[in-house]
């Protein structure tokens, strides 16, 4: 990973795991919507969804999610419903195997992808051209420049502020561009993945297997790979995640399924738009009548 990414990626979860931002056992315990589940009905002191917490009942043999605002400020600071906790887990882990991670659906959303990154790859490949000619012009302005001053050192001073400061101004842009070119190139070289039908029908079984039976709080480590966020209304649940982690796991990303969790930045937003889809089809969206 790039290192600037990796620091930017550590400080933004330290920055939300901190004690006066998120409970400990929301960062650390094994429910397995803790950290997803965001109530649609009312926001935080940030303006963020208020998160979603358990409370338990008749000495723990009952399990309810509840807004976090009703449950630590007042039962008027929030309308929405207390929900059994095995009804919202059972519901969002079926609609994710059905919407999400069944073969047809497995296939359609990475064909939203490759599409996608289709898009991406012209863009690409016409910012490669632009920076191409913009390090052309650099250098060659220098060589105009450093030429001006060996025929005329009367009239051009190397010394003189504005001279100075026009090299200054080119060799930066030279560096930056030297820069920037090989990373798109790079880019440009990650062809197309050739995905077969038995891959997809793996990843999707073992997938599922692993949400459904595996230890609580690894399956709630393999969700939060898949899904964002879970808005729990007070008729409907919304869930939201992206297509990128899928492509990991049925291109068999090393250590994907191995026995420890793999972990890496999602890069996933939830959807506002009125038709419940990203532009850029990066991005799926469910949701379900309760």
């Not at 560096?175 to 070119?181: N, T, W």
């Not at 990843?203 to 808005?231: C, G, K, N, Y």
Request: net charge positive; with cysteine; hydrophobic share 35%.
């Amino acid at each position: 990973m790039d290192p600037t990414l990796f620091l930017a990626t550590v400080q933004r979860r330290l920055e939300a795991r901190r004690p006066t931002r998120t409970a400990p056992r929301v960062v650390n315990g094994p429910t397995l919507l803790t950290g997803l589940a965001k109530c649609d009905c009312c926001t935080t002191e940030q303006g963020e969804r208020a998160g979603m917490m358990l409370r338990t009942g008749k000495s723990g043999q009952y399990r309810y999610l509840v807004c976090a605002n009703r449950a630590t400020k007042s039962v008027f600071a929030c309308t929405a419903p207390e929900l059994r906790m095995e009804q919202v887990d059972e519901l969002v882990l079926s609609e994710v195997e059905r919407r999400v991670l069944a073969p047809h659906r497995v296939k359609a959303l990475l064909a939203k992808l490759f599409e996608r990154r289709d898009k991406d790859r012209q863009s690409t490949e016409t910012e490669l051209q632009r920076q191409r000619e913009a390090l052309k012009r650099a250098e060659s302005g220098l060589r105009n420049m450093f030429a001006a001053i060996a025929d005329a050192p009367d009239l051009i001073r190397i010394d003189d502020p504005l001279t100075r400061e026009q090299i200054g101004l080119l060799n930066r842009q030279r560096a930056e561009l030297s820069a920037s070119i090989p990373a798109l190139q790079d880019r440009l070289r990650s062809g197309p993945v050739a995905i077969s039908d038995a891959q997809i029908a793996t990843f999707s079984t073992q997938m599922r297997q692993r949400l459904r039976h595996a230890d609580p709080a690894f399956r709630r480590q393999w969700l939060h790979l898949f899904v964002d966020e879970v808005i729990v209304g007070r008729t409907e649940i919304t869930i939201s995640g992206q297509n990128d982690a899928l492509l990991k796991g049925v291109t068999g990303k090393p250590d994907f399924f191995g026995p420890v969790v793999p972990s890496f930045d999602r890069e996933w937003r939830a959807r506002r738009d009125s038709n419940s889809r990203h532009p850029d089809s990066k991005s799926w969206f469910l949701s379900e009548q309760r």
